[in-house]
């Protein structure tokens, strides 16, 4: 069941990027316009180079556009905030650090180390991190990093946590695993998630709608609702419905082999 209600977090208004390289121009975003309820799980999809990187970072406020603006309720977003909590595609986690120093640095990147460390076990456990509290992330899984990359955000509270495909690298166990993970803790915790993935069955498990972008310049081609209750079943009517309709968009349809994720 979706736990939105109609009030807007975030707001995207006429936004354009460009980027100046020497003498090559990308329109990386071209009017870009988008409202985003509280609660909402957003997935971006779309080719390579479409601007889904991008998006997400002028949403972090680790970018700003050359026109429009982006609000979070209505103050504008002038850069960073833990309030918009960034996953890295790779984790962005500190290597030479162990798995507990990593979540302690969300704490410390706010200068509340002291105040809230008590607060880390919960975070350890919520993400399944037990027992390796004192190993380096250079000893652990891809998916386990990613756990840990999550969890460096969440200790700060986010209202909007930006997932920037996460999971793209794990095997098919560990990411249905990770799905379920981030679902949980949406339930739990009414966060509001935009997550940029590749995996069509992805974005179809785990999201109240589906943006989809077009590139060059990148653009908002269509947003698709998907009304189903969670859990969602891999394998039902509906979901293998939409989930052929989807490809079809893609025009993907006749190269489909078997689905990813087989139950
Ligand atoms: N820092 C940058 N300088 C120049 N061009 C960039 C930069 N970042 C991204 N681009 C270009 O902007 C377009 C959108 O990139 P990006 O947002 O990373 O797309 P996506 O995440 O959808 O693959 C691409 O053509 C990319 O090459
Ligand atoms: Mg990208």
Redesign the pocket.
Known sequence: MSTTNDEIILKIENVNRI???GD?E?E??SDINLEIKKGEFISII??????????L?LIAGLDKPQSGDLYLYDEKIKGADPKRGYVFQNGGLYEWLTVEQNIAAGLKARHVYKKEKHRIPNYVEMMGLNGFENVFIHQISGGMAQRVAIARSLINNPEVLLL?EPMGALDNFTRAALQDKILEIKAKKNITMIL?THDIDEALYLSDRIII?T??P?KISEIIDVKMNHPRNRNGVDYVELRKKLLEKFHLASEVKEPEYTI
Do not use: E, H, Q
């Open positions: 980027y100046n390289d090559t990308t990386a975003l779309g080719a390579s180079g479409c601007g889904k990187t991008t998006l970072r920037d940029v972008m590139p060059r990148g």
